[in-house]
């Protein structure tokens, strides 16, 4: 059978000329349609994932080849053979600096997303970025100091293959836009002048979305549920400046609940999670403790050389007789008793701070297991509730026992313990809506790995996954 190329109305007095024109026309045109889905198919096996804000630097892989590539701005660079390479993640958080060197082993191609963890070093600095809001280049003594803890963690040989990134929180996260520009252009003409792999992405501020997320890869990685695939675990996040809540929901009913925006497709080691997180700016623990004690806001544009002349704040929560000098995000604040109000008052401030901020209350904090750390963590060991080295599993009505205890201390020497432990207690009970009897696994590092977002954001970086 002949299939006819001409279309019904060309004229059949036509030239053979003009037909072979008309033909070798279509036949290009077929090619070129060809040519642009080969293309397309070819880029999308080479980017396994989106290109998102977060993550311009990607590797990828391939079975026939003994080596991968980094790409970086679409240009190739060459890594390391297949086996152990290192990335370093730094975490700019409100209160300090730290920074994770991840050392990791990969015994099969990238696009076969089978990496394991071999080690990590951990290393931290205070203050944080945010305390130099008003000397943007003196913040670049802290990570010039963390930058030397990644030159002594990774073979020299692999300094120029090793990615580098830092990822600021919620403390710039409350800066001007101005303000928090500045900082992290100092920092990223550090990046820029270090022997690491870094480009124009690698400094940046970090949504707090992403934050909840890699929090919770980073405990279901570290406890091998998502190598298992067996049901994950939720997890909670304290900071000095927000905090997170994320957990995969496991009904139907709790996704449905959940109030727009909360809910987020998260892909890992090549699965899909739906996550139910969300972060909220204002709660960490050391913007509590200004809006307990009359602070509506953290630190502005406006200084006023509050360095110079501390401003006073009082609070129930405060022991009697304390007058102590406390600093954050480069204000200077003189601690006091407020002697007017009784200790428990301290309880009334926290619920009325909780309240205010109107948190969602998943139902499934009632049946799921969650690991909280950073302030979670820090404050239970103060208070005596876990071993400093171990952790411990606490229940949320021990936190409320332990603030009852300390806020009515007469002798204590804790300045910020009652006023603490009586937020957390308020923020787990009528916030998230915990029931007193609910246990919480609370780790500073699992399998000696620090229990942050650090891994989590590191995992994207050389992986590609998307939120």
């Known amino acids: 059978m002949t299939v006819d190329l001409l279309p019904p109305s060309l004229p059949r007095g036509r030239s053979l000329l003009?037909?072979?024109?008309r033909r070798s026309y279509l036949i290009m045109v077929m090619c070129g349609a060809a040519c642009t889905v080969c293309t397309l198919l070819a880029l999308c096996s080479s980017w396994l994932y989106p290109v998102s804000s977060e993550s311009e630097v990607r590797l990828f892989g391939n079975n026939d080849y003994p080596d991968y590539a980094m790409v970086m701005n679409g240009e190739e660079l060459n890594a390391t053979k297949l086996g152990d390479f290192f990335c370093a993640m730094f975490d700019a958080g409100s209160?300090?600096?730290?920074?994770?060197?991840?050392?990791?082993?990969r015994s099969k191609a990238i696009s076969g997303g089978d990496m394991e963890l071999v080690s990590a070093v951990f290393e931290q600095v205070s203050p944080g970025l945010s305390h130099y809001v008003d000397n943007p280049k003196s913040a670049v003594d802290g990570i010039l100091r963390l930058l030397d803890v990644v030159k002594?963690?990774?073979?020299?040989?692999?300094?120029?293959?090793?990615?580098?990134?830092?990822?600021?929180?919620?403390?710039?996260?409350?800066?001007?836009?101005?303000?928090?520009?500045?900082?992290?252009?100092?920092?990223?003409?550090?990046?820029?002048?270090?022997?690491?792999?870094t480009d124009k992405s690698s400094v940046r501020i970090m949504d707090g979305i992403d934050e909840g997320i890699f929090s919770w890869f980073t405990v279901n990685f570290l406890i091998r549920k998502l190598h298992q695939g067996s049901d994950t675990d939720g997890a909670l996040d304290l900071g000095g400046a927000s905090t997170q809540v994320t957990f995969e929901p496991q009904s139907s009913e709790s996704a449905i609940a959940a109030p727009s925006g909360f809910l987020h497709k998260y892909e890992a080691l090549g699965k899909e999670f739906s996550l139910y997180t969300h972060s909220y700016l204002g709660l960490g623990l050391m913007s509590a403790r200004l809006e307990m004690m009359g602070v509506e806001e953290e630190p502005s544009e406006s200084r006023l050389n509050y360095a110079q002349t501390p401003v006073v704040l009082t609070s129930p929560c405060i022991p009697a007789g304390?007058?102590?000098?406390?600093?954050?995000?480069?204000?200077?604040?003189?601690?006091?008793?407020?002697?007017?109000?009784?200790?428990?008052?301290?309880?009334?401030?926290a619920r009325v701070l909780v309240r205010s901020h109107k948190i969602h209350k998943p139902a499934e904090v009632h049946t799921e297991v969650f690991y909280a750390f950073s302030y979670y963590y820090d404050r239970a060991v103060d208070a005596g509730l876990i071993d400093m080295q171990h952790g411990g599993t606490v229940k949320v009505g021990d936190?409320?026992?332990?603030?009852?205890?300390?806020?009515?201390l007469k002798d204590s020497q804790e300045t910020f313990l009652c006023m603490d432990l009586a937020y957390i207690s308020t923020l787990l009970h009528e916030g998230f809506g915990f029931k007193k009897s609910a246990e919480l696994q609370l780790r500073k590092n699992i399998n000696g790995v620090e229990t942050s977002w650090a891994l989590g954001a590191t995992f994207r970086m050389v992986n590609g996954s998307t939120v």
């Not at 003009?18 to 024109?21: E, N």
């Not at 209160?95 to 082993?105: A, L, Y």
């Open 18 to 21: 003009s037909v072979k024109r």
């Open 399 to 408: 936190f409320y026992s332990a603030a009852k205890h300390e806020c009515f």
């Open 322 to 349: 304390h007058n102590n000098l406390w600093s954050h995000g480069g204000r200077d604040y003189n601690i006091t008793n407020d002697l007017t109000r009784p200790h428990i008052m301290c309880f009334h401030d």
């Open 95 to 105: 209160t300090g600096s730290r920074v994770h060197v991840f050392r990791f082993s």
């Open 152 to 197: 002594s963690s990774v073979p020299r040989e692999l300094w120029e293959s090793t990615p580098m990134a830092l990822k600021a929180t919620a403390g710039l996260r409350l800066l001007s836009e101005t303000k928090a520009r500045l900082l992290l252009k100092e920092v990223g003409n550090v990046f820029k002048q270090s022997p690491f792999l």
